[in-house]
């Protein structure tokens, strides 16, 4: 089986090259439950090389149009003003547009909404309306009512509509230079000893290293920087998960309950980024313990067996509105603080952008040409793109419950 958006069948399948093709499935081969599982299962999401170190992306909710007006329209007034948002303004409509402005009481109320027609835009935040059409009534519309678009309306044989504007957001982030040595003495390359190649095994012990620290940035790296490095050339550095998790981002500073956990969780589930209704979830040992104690004290918690992905194994965890994997991450095992956090991703929304021809590499025989020594280093120049962010999260600090 495959979840939230990756690829395969969690199997090297028999019609498939046996031999891993990249670095990070050769991390996913040899280590499925290392130190480094989200470098790891990059290889079963997108990957896209860059031939740029700053890449961007545009992104675009896809939602219906939902403003609050700023202050209260008369039941006469037919200029009807919006508070506009990131992703809305009076330029999303067009003519012909039927809209639903909100009673403040609307579920209480006998008639609780009135329908107006978009008659024309004014500005971005204005347009003229023709109030209580298909039967219902012009009221009063208090300070904050919303306004919802219900779709458009045109007669027989009318001319094309107008056309709305979009506003897609750019989003930029940097590839990032990985580089990890290891080196040995030509004494030591040439001496006799019964645990193999010593070149070998600390070539394969550095590329453990090296995923680690590539784990530890698509994690944990705050905002993509540009520095100035030695000799003045650029040093980039990527963003990771915690900065660009933000629309539910939910730190707990109070006792948590199943019902705020659920409420936390949920709105990762109102889009659908190409996951479906499916999240993968990186926890620490103390959000496991608990977020075990929450299901056993809960209702609305409904778990299966483990279950094995990729050589992973992952806890099935099934809720009203979609389903988590949990896999322990051993990174934050150990963090006093990320313990107790927790990052749930759609693994369809997240790109693998290597530089081109930068992607993960050793390069041997680097020493300098005087060394009585051999040297390597595993380099990589990558980063990722997080597609729509509101279909992932970060929990942090869920210490009590």
Do not use: C
Not at 41 to 61: R, V
Not at 150 to 175: D, I, M, Q
Not at 184 to 207: F, H, I, M, Y
Not at 279 to 302: C, D
Request: no cysteine; glycine share 6%; net charge neutral.
């Amino acid at each position: 089986m495959a979840i939230a958006g990756m690829r395969g069948t969690g199997t090297w399948g028999t019609d498939k090259i046996e031999r891993p093709t990249n670095f990070r499935e050769m991390i996913l081969w040899l280590s499925p439950n290392g130190q480094a599982p989200l470098t790891a299962l990059l290889a079963k999401m997108s990957s896209k090389s860059t031939d740029d170190p700053e890449f961007s992306w545009w992104e675009e909710k896809l939602d219906n149009f939902r403003l609050s007006i700023p202050a209260q329209i008369s039941n006469t007034a037919t200029t009807l003003s919006f508070t506009t948002s990131a992703d809305f303004d009076a330029y999303s409509l067009v003519p012909n547009d039927m809209l639903l402005i909100e009673n403040a009481a609307a579920d209480l109320a006998a008639s609780p909404f009135e329908i107006v027609e978009v008659v024309s835009i004014t500005n971005g935040t204005q347009v003229v309306v023709t109030r209580g059409q298909a039967g219902t009534t012009a009221a009063t519309a208090i300070t904050s009512s919303f306004v919802t678009r219900l779709g458009s309306v045109f007669a027989e044989g009318s001319s094309s509509p107008s056309v709305s504007s979009n506003r897609p957001t750019r989003v930029v982030n940097y590839a990032q230079i990985f580089k990890t040595a290891y080196e040995l003495t030509n004494t030591a390359k040439e001496t006799n000893v019964r645990t193999g190649d010593p070149l070998k095994q600390e070539k394969k012990r550095k590329s453990f290293k090296h995923s680690v620290s590539m784990e530890m940035a698509f994690l944990l790296n705050m905002a993509p920087t540009e520095l100035n490095g030695t000799s003045n050339q650029p040093k980039r550095m990527t963003g990771g998960l915690r900065n660009f998790l933000t629309s539910n981002r939910t730190v707990f500073t109070t006792t948590v309950t199943e019902a705020s956990w659920i409420e936390s969780i949920r709105p990762v589930f109102d889009y659908d980024g190409g996951g479906g209704n499916e999240r993968l979830a990186f926890i620490g040992n103390g959000y496991a313990t608990r977020i075990s104690q929450l299901a056993k004290a809960g209702t609305e918690f409904h778990l299966s067996s483990p279950i094995r992905l990729y050589g992973m194994e992952l806890q099935k965890w099934v809720l009203p509105m979609g389903t988590v994997y949990f896999r322990t991450h051993p990174l934050m095992n150990t963090h006093g603080r990320y313990t107790y956090s927790a990052f749930f991703v759609d693994g369809s929304s997240l790109v693998y952008r290597p530089m081109r021809n930068r992607d993960t590499k050793p390069q041997d025989n680097i020493q300098l040409p005087d060394a009585d020594t051999q040297k390597g280093q595993w380099l990589t120049e990558a980063g990722l793109e997080i597609h729509h962010q509101q279909t992932m999260a970060y929990h942090g600090n869920l210490t009590t419950v």
